[in-house]
């Protein structure tokens, strides 16, 4: 039986993509998005759901809405919205290409605040609906070298916590997954060394705790208890103390 539509978006890869086989096993019909139409196709091809997929940018100011008109002309109220898709850039801000940080800007944060907008009305007039926003550990802290990055997931996580509080008496849930490092194509993608860490997940592993935090009626979850235990350490420390250890730890060689 079907538990009504989900809207996954970057989920042509990684953890979107891992979202969408989680959530097609559980029984949902999915809108798939992203750039990347052939690898939707292929994803949508090896689903036992129905699908329809949308090829946008969300870097454009208008695709969220372009996504949310398909979505309404298609008569699909969905039931669940994630906000997965992003990217980051590794190096020094002042090196980094500022359409690119720019675009960051909008697909991280702005395209988030307008799905979550344009989707949010119906499920309150339901008193029904789930919206999960991908955020990372780099929410917790500055990242030099990951500076605009970092900040684009601090405002993921912001926003999510404050939104779900505003909901949650109209029978909406609202949840920051804070994945650390994951196994997908966002590091090649940044340009960025992988770091060497004690904690690494499968994306999949990411879509399940995310979703069981959700369905929990958590406002955030960290994924992996060596990250937890992580952010709450360094709540201890002084503020400067963090950034200054993340410098030297990411600082770019040579
Ligand atoms: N991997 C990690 O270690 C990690 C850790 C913490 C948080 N995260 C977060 O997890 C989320 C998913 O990343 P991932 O790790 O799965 O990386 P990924 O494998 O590179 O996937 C990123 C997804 O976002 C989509 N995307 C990127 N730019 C887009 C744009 N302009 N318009 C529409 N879609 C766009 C990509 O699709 P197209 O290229 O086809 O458009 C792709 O489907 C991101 O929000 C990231 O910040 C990742």
């Not at 800007?105 to 907008?117: E, P, Q």
Request: net charge positive; aromatic share 8%.
């Amino acid at each position: 039986m079907s538990h009504g539509w989900a809207v996954v978006t970057g989920a042509s890869s990684g953890i979107g993509k891992a979202f969408a086989q989680v959530l097609a096993a559980e029984g949902f019909d999915l809108v798939l998005t992203a750039r990347r139409e052939d690898r939707l196709r292929e994803l949508a091809a090896s689903l036992p759901v129905k699908t329809a997929i949308v090829a946008a940018d969300l870097g454009e100011a208008g695709a969220p809405q372009r996504l949310f008109e398909f979505t309404q002309s298609r008569g699909i109220a969905p039931a669940l919205l994630i906000n997965n898709a992003g990217f980051g850039v590794f190096g020094e801000f002042r090196n980094q290409n500022l359409d690119r940080q720019l675009e960051m800007v909008r697909v991280n944060c702005s395209a988030v605040t307008a799905l979550t907008h344009l989707f949010l009305p119906a499920m309150i007039e339901r008193r029904q609906g789930d919206i999960l926003i991908v955020a990372s550990t780099a929410s917790f802290q500055a990242v030099p070298y990951q500076t605009v990055y970092a900040a684009t997931k601090a405002f993921d996580l912001i926003f999510s916590e404050g939104i779900a509080e505003e909901v949650k008496r109209f029978g909406v849930r609202v949840c920051a997954v804070c994945p650390g490092q994951t196994r997908t194509e966002f590091h090649a993608i940044a340009n960025e060394p992988i770091p060497e860490v004690m904690s690494v997940h499968t994306a999949e592993q990411v879509a399940r705790i995310g979703l069981r935090a959700l369905r929990k009626g958590k406002h955030h979850v960290i994924c992996g208890f060596s990250n937890r235990m992580g952010m709450e350490l360094q709540r201890l420390a002084p503020r400067r103390w963090v950034t200054a250890i993340s410098e030297r730890m990411f600082r770019p060689a040579g």
